[in-house]
């Protein structure tokens, strides 16, 4: 079946403008996050969903950065008035639960350059 | 708060050799899941190998094992028998199995395999 999907693969947008990243998760999975890469690091959690449950905003590194996730399935991470220091990798995942030994399947990223 | 601590930024091996890569995490916790994930140049990252730690026998997939040492807190993954295709970033990762614990994944910072033909 299909895995996660990510798009656009590739942003590169100009400082203080608005950006959207959009995830697909593989259908079913309950469970969906956000993580940023930057080079040579690795992974930052950003947020997390679980069903209709309030999501876990607590990785969100700014109030310039948000995300919804519409119907339990499609997810958008947005930021706005972005930065340079915003430049990453960010990836999306999804598991079936929420439960701790579940397998998070990630999705390709989307690579984003702030110049 | 746990940490997770990938020593070796880059490794290298001849192909069909066996290379270990390092892994070490600091926890109060005692029940706990350990993970290796490869990255490869596509980005997408892939469960290679969990290990529960309230298992004692170390977790076994085909060519990838794991030296898991609970006490040194030490969490090795061995690839046997190198292919060029598992040449890829390498991350491992730590979650408390503890369900007042936060569930988030805690992950090392990486080491690039490299695989000489």
């Known amino acids: 079946g299909a895995g996660v999907s990510q798009s656009p693969s590739n942003k590169v947008t100009e400082k203080g403008k608005d950006v959207e990243l959009r995830c697909d998760p593989i259908s079913g999975h309950t469970a969906l996050y956000w993580y940023r890469q930057s080079l040579g690091q690795g992974l930052e959690f950003l947020i997390y969903?679980?069903?209709?449950?309030?999501?876990?905003k607590s990785g969100l590194p700014s109030d310039r950065f948000s995300a919804e996730r519409t119907g339990g399935s499609v997810s958008t991470l947005t930021i706005q008035r972005t930065q340079q220091e915003d430049s990453a990798v960010y990836l999306c995942a999804s598991s079936l639960s929420m439960g701790r030994a579940e397998t998070q399947y990630f999705g390709p990223g989307t690579r984003l350059l702030v110049l | 708060a746990q940490t997770v601590t990938q020593s070796q930024p880059e490794m290298s091996v001849q192909e069909a050799e066996t290379v270990t890569l390092s892994c070490t995490y600091d926890?109060?916790?005692?029940?706990?899941?350990l993970f290796w994930y490869k990255q490869p140049p596509s980005r997408q990252m892939i469960l290679v190998i969990r290990?529960?730690?309230?298992k004692q026998q170390n977790a076994t997939e085909n060519r990838f094992s794991v030296n898991f040492q609970k006490a040194a807190k030490s969490f090795s993954l061995k690839i046997s028998d190198s292919q060029l295709g598992d040449a890829a970033m390498y991350f491992c990762?730590?979650?408390?199995?503890?369900?007042?614990?936060?569930?988030?994944?805690?992950w090392g910072a990486g080491t690039k395999l490299i695989i000489k033909p």
């Open positions: 290990q529960e730690a309230y």
């Open positions: 926890t109060s916790e005692s029940d706990y899941y």
């Open positions: 990762a730590y979650r408390s199995r503890n369900m007042d614990s936060n569930y988030q994944l805690i």
């Open positions: 969903f679980q069903g209709n449950s309030a999501p876990d």
